[in-house]
């Protein structure tokens, strides 16, 4: 309800291979996300991190020069050890759940109605299917990760990516 598809995420993935063939890419895939397809990633020279737990993430986080994350545990996780994070928003307030430091970008349709998660009565009144987070694009990703490799003060020319998919990590 709140993670950016995995076909985008692939497909991000194969861009930034392409242009950054030198990059080193960790995916975490959480507990319980086994099902999530990440077929082709390794081929793409990505590390998968399976089944982790937030506390076993942290330390590697700290390491990373970059993460991109779903609107989820890993956003905060990053940006406590002040790692710098850009974080995909979709049916949350990033006013609200966002992770917050000097470093955290925020990746987001604004779409008026994009607000519809309280936790509790999760898209009961959605006309737009997530239009929200679906809508936002790869190349628009990628661009906002350009942007934060050039006004991070940690980022080097050359970035780890980490692409989170796990719902109670990201």
């Not at 942290?58 to 990053?78: C, E, F, R, Y």
């Not at 949350?92 to 009565?121: A, L, M, Q």
Request: one cysteine or more; charged letters at 25%; hydrophobic letters at 35%.
């Amino acid at each position: 309800y709140k993670r950016w598809s995995i076909e985008k995420f692939k497909a991000l993935v194969k861009k930034i291979s392409d242009e950054y063939p030198d990059m080193q890419i960790v995916v975490f895939r959480g507990p319980g996300e086994q099902d999530i397809d990440l077929s082709g990633m390794r081929g793409m020279g990505c590390i998968i991190m399976d089944g982790y737990s937030v506390l076993e993430t942290a330390p590697v986080i700290k390491k990373m020069d970059l993460v991109l994350s779903n609107d989820s545990g890993i956003a905060h996780i990053a940006a406590a050890v002040d790692t710098p994070v850009a974080v995909i928003f979709g049916p949350t307030h990033p006013g609200i759940t966002r992770p917050w430091g000097d470093e955290v970008t925020v990746i987001e349709t604004g779409y008026g109605c994009s607000r519809c998660y309280t936790g509790k009565n999760y898209l009961k009144s959605c006309a737009k299917n997530t239009d929200c987070l679906n809508e936002i694009a790869v190349e628009r990703v990628y661009d906002a990760l350009n942007e934060v490799i050039l006004k991070s003060s940690k980022v080097e020319p050359k970035v780890k990516i980490s692409t989170d998919r796990s719902e109670g990590l990201i």
